[in-house]
């Protein structure tokens, strides 16, 4: 029997990545797309020649038909997308700059998965990664909040529109990965720290944390309509 094949999109760095490495390991054969070619060449160097890679940006609505035409058919989908845009306090956070988020990653996931369709096995996967932020009462993430909900509605009613193609999704935590290269390292490892200490297992997450919850939600056949919040506990106290 031949591999399955999974197209991780954003699959260059984090999450992605991890689970690109993860995936491999199980025996997939693993695509990944990513927006930046000296990512995905460094990506395809950290995981090796096995995985092929494809230059996507994902916020380019009019270019994903045509590149993942180009990969073909394909058993599951992974959409690692993320986005910086829409923090702050809700009396000051800028309405450009929540579109934005939007733009960045809720418009992404809809349009890859929506795209995706033609070429997925029936008894595939899709699995969107949204954030805690979608689940939590932290203040702050009105605008993250709102475009990680967004996503993570899509999940139950995708699996129940798309069956018998399963559909579901992951909710990280606060997980060290590029997206907070936007602090210096000394904030990271303030930030990081603070957090540790609001979250039961006493630890930020590591990208490799949530490319399990991915690996199951792929090779668990009946799972769907789920989102798994995998934060070490951090929404609890929220």
């Not at 993860?22 to 990513?34: D, M, N, P, S, Y």
């Not at 129940?160 to 997980?175: A, F, K, Q, T, Y």
């Not at 290269?181 to 540790?196: G, R, T």
Request: proline fraction near 4%; aromatic fraction near 6%.
């Amino acid at each position: 029997m031949s591999a399955q094949q999974v197209v991780i999109i954003g699959g260059s760095s984090g999450i992605g990545l991890a689970t690109a490495q993860r995936l491999l390991e199980q025996g997939f054969e693993v695509t990944i797309a990513g927006r930046t070619q000296a990512r995905l060449e460094t990506a395809k160097t950290a995981l090796g020649h096995a995985v092929r890679t494809f230059l996507l940006d994902a916020a380019d609505g009019t270019a994903i038909p045509q590149v993942l035409s180009s990969i073909g058919s394909f058993n599951h989908l992974v959409l690692a997308l993320g986005s910086s845009k829409g923090g702050g306090a809700f009396a000051t956070v800028g309405l450009d700059d929540v579109r934005q988020g939007f733009e960045e990653k809720f418009f992404p996931h809809f349009a890859c998965a929506q795209a995706a369709l033609p070429l997925l096995a029936p008894q595939g996967s899709i699995t969107f990664i949204a954030a805690v932020t979608a689940h939590a009462a932290m203040p702050g993430t009105a605008g993250l909040g709102a475009a990680n909900a967004a996503i993570a509605a899509l999940v139950r009613v995708l699996a129940s529109e798309l069956r018998p193609l399963r559909v579901n999704g992951v909710s990280p935590g606060v997980i060290d990965t590029p997206w907070w290269d936007f602090l210096s390292d000394e904030q990271k490892s303030a930030v990081f720290s603070d957090y540790a200490g609001k979250t039961p297992v006493g630890r930020v997450g590591a990208p490799d944390d949530i490319a399990q919850a991915i690996s199951f939600l792929i090779s668990n056949t009946f799972m769907t309509g789920q989102t798994i919040i995998c934060d070490g506990g951090l929404s609890l106290g929220s």
